[in-house]
């Protein structure tokens, strides 16, 4: 697995590379060679964001935890991205590396695992709009996400509020 740091606001030091890199590498366990992890610090004020989304295979893992230091997020985060791998164990066996889930040294108690279930089913007519409008409904509906048609290209789009209180704008692709 290909480790990849990227940094901003901020200066990861020789020993925070180091740390990250010792730490993510335990993941290499479930992934293949051409597998990458890609690890995001952010520094926002006097807080520490860690972001880290594994690719593979076509699929993608992600994770982020904010903090006081980059240290403890990467021991936040960690737990965070293995408890996904876990929840879906049954999904990604067939996609992970052989032997994955031979080992039990975990970054977190398998009790933990909530189980995950759909509980609610809705259907909704797809409006044809621009991203803009479709912030205006988002912002008028008081929803973290917006489902429309892009009035232009006829496809599907989703417009969802950040953390920092900017909207974002998500267009899928096809695999």
Not at 36 to 60: A, D, H, P
Not at 66 to 79: E, K, Q, T, W
Request: proline share 2%.
């Amino acid at each position: 697995m290909r480790i990849e740091i990227s940094e901003k606001n901020c200066k990861a030091s020789e020993k925070l590379v180091g740390v990250v890199e010792k730490k993510v590498s335990r993941l290499e366990k479930y992934f293949d060679d051409d597998s990458v992890c890609s690890v995001y610090l952010k520094q926002e004020g006097r807080f520490s964001k860690t972001e880290v989304t594994i690719y593979y295979k076509g699929n993608m893992i992600r994770a982020e935890v904010s903090g006081d230091n980059f240290y403890d997020n990467i021991d936040a985060v960690l737990p965070k991205i293995e408890k996904q791998i876990y929840k879906h164990k049954s999904k990604l066996e067939s996609r992970l590396k052989k032997d994955a889930f031979v080992e039990k040294q975990l970054f977190f108690r398998e009790e933990e695992l909530p189980e995950a279930h759909v509980v609610k089913t809705k259907t909704f007519r797809l409006t044809p709009m621009t991203a803009e409008e479709a912030a205006e409904q988002l912002d008028l509906l008081g929803h973290t996400f917006y489902i429309f048609q892009d009035a232009e290209t006829g496809e599907v789009r989703v417009v969802y509020l950040r953390e920092n209180g900017d909207i974002g704008l998500l267009i899928p692709q096809k695999a």
